[in-house]
């Protein structure tokens, strides 16, 4: 057999499909992937936090809790800014 004979990935027949009905269902919803990296670097942040906590004297539960009051009040203020921005575009 030539080359030319023997039947290539491109010279493929495709599969049959059975005959019948076919069901063509619509697409799930698809629901924002939470995180990005200002999450992430928020979660880096609540860790060193905690590990700070955990291992330093100096630090209390409160001043764990008052770090990371601020941290989470600034990280959802600049989301919100972030919003804001993108509706005032439109």
């Known amino acids: 057999m030539d080359q030319e004979e023997q039947p290539t990935e491109q010279q ?12 063509n269902l619509p697409a799930p919803a ?3 992937v ?3 990296a200002e999450w992430a670097l928020w979660l880096v942040v609540e860790i060193v936090f905690a590990i700070i906590w955990a291992a330093s004297d100096a630090v209390d539960a409160a001043g764990f809790v008052t770090a990371t ?3 989470t009040a600034a990280y959802l203020l600049s ?3 972030a919003k804001a ?6």
């Open 69 to 71: 009051t601020i941290l």
């Open 34 to 36: 939470p995180g990005n």
């Open 30 to 32: 698809r629901l924002p």
């Open 12 to 23: 493929a027949v495709p599969p049959q499909t059975p005959p019948g009905y076919t069901i």
């Open 79 to 81: 989301r919100g800014i």
């Open 85 to 90: 921005s993108r509706v005032l575009e439109h």
